[in-house]
């Protein structure tokens, strides 16, 4: 069984989403972007998810009496994606605020600045 990269798009792109999310909040040092990478990494798990779910010729899941041999599509993903997505929002607005929160405290959104503010002078 030969598997050509064309029928795996999906799980490449979520792939490279996901290394971009990670890379920008391990490599910045400002909170937004930090937060910006997060839902990137969030919305190429969704993306991936999604995909696993997907079935070639698959019909949306309605079943109509008398009609056999039908291949349908699972509709658990879609269900938990939307649940994901919800749960995604809340996540950025709590981070949001928690970094309005930082900025009026110490005057700055940069880590490794909080972080010095934090600990002192050494």
Not at 11 to 22: H, K, P, R, T
């Given at each position: 069984?030969?598997?050509?990269?064309?029928?795996?798009?999906?799980?490449?792109?979520?792939?490279?989403?996901?290394?971009?999310?990670?890379?920008?909040?391990?490599?910045?040092?400002?909170?937004?972007?930090?937060?910006?990478g997060?839902?990137?990494?969030?919305?190429?798990?969704?993306?991936?998810?999604?995909?696993?779910?997907?079935?070639?010729?698959?019909?949306a899941?309605?079943?109509?009496?008398?009609?056999?041999?039908?291949?349908?599509?699972?509709?658990?993903?879609?269900?938990?994606?939307?649940?994901?997505?919800?749960v995604?929002?809340?996540?950025?607005?709590?981070?949001?605020?928690?970094?309005?929160?930082?900025?009026?405290?110490?005057?700055?959104?940069?880590?490794?600045?909080?972080?010095?503010?934090?600990?002192?002078?050494?």
């Amino acid at each position: 069984m030969i598997i050509d990269a064309a029928s795996q798009y999906n799980y490449i792109v979520a792939s490279v989403l996901f290394l971009i999310g990670l890379y920008t909040m391990i490599t910045r040092k400002n909170l937004i972007k930090k937060i910006m990478g997060m839902n990137i990494m969030e919305t190429s798990v969704l993306l991936f998810f999604i995909s696993m779910g997907s079935v070639d010729g698959g019909q949306a899941p309605i079943i109509i009496p008398g009609v056999e041999g039908v291949v349908y599509v699972n509709p658990l993903p879609q269900a938990i994606v939307l649940t994901a997505i919800v749960v995604a929002v809340s996540v950025t607005g709590f981070a949001l605020a928690l970094i309005i929160k930082l900025y009026k405290v110490y005057g700055t959104l940069d880590a490794n600045q909080i972080r010095e503010l934090r600990e002192g002078p050494r």
